[in-house]
C-alpha cells in the first residue's frame, strides 16, 4: 500500500498543475485532450478559489516519496444535494501501480472523517475502464449511463 501526501494547491503551484494536466494521453478521458495553456491557467484559478471555497476539500496535489504524481479532488457537486464529487488525475508514468486505488481510498476516507457529505459521487468517462474498477472497488456503485454536457458520462455513487 502507498503513503501518499495531499496538500492544496496554492498560486505557486501552477507549473505542477501545467505539468499534470498537459498530456493528452493522461486528459483523454477527462477532457478529450489537453488543454491549451491559457485554458489550464483559466481552469487552475477556478481550482485556487475552490480551494478558498473549501475549508475542507477542494484541490490537491499528490506525492509519494516527494514527487508529484497527480492531483485530488473532493468539491461540492452542485446537481446533487447533500453531494461531493470525487475525482483525480495521475501522470502517466504512476499508472497501473496501485495509485488510484490508494487515492480513491483515501479521499473518500477523508470525506466521511470530515462529514463532507452524505454521499459521494464519481462521474467518468464510461470508456474509462480503469477509473470505473477503482471507483467500484472502493465501494460506489453507478447509476446513470447516458449523455451529459454532450458528453458520454457515468455517474456512481456511495453514501458516505
Sequence with gaps: MH???YIKFEPEDLDIYLKIVSSDSVMKYITGRARSREENIKRFKGI???NTDHVKGGYFKIYDRGN??????LEYYDKEVDTIEIG???MEDYWGIGFGKTICKDLI??????????????????ENIASKRILMSNGLESYF???ENDL???KLRMKL
Design 152 to 154: 458520454p458520462t457515468e
Design 109 to 126: 476516507q477523508f470525506a466521511r472523517i470530515n462529514e463532507m457529505a452524505k454521499y459521494i459521487i464519481g462521474i467518468i468517462d464510461p
Design 3 to 5: 503513503s501518499l501526501n
Design 48 to 50: 485556487l478559489k475552490a
Design 88 to 90: 483525480y488525475i495521475l
Design 145 to 147: 449511463l447516458g449523455i
Design 68 to 73: 508529484v504524481i497527480g492531483l485530488g479532488k
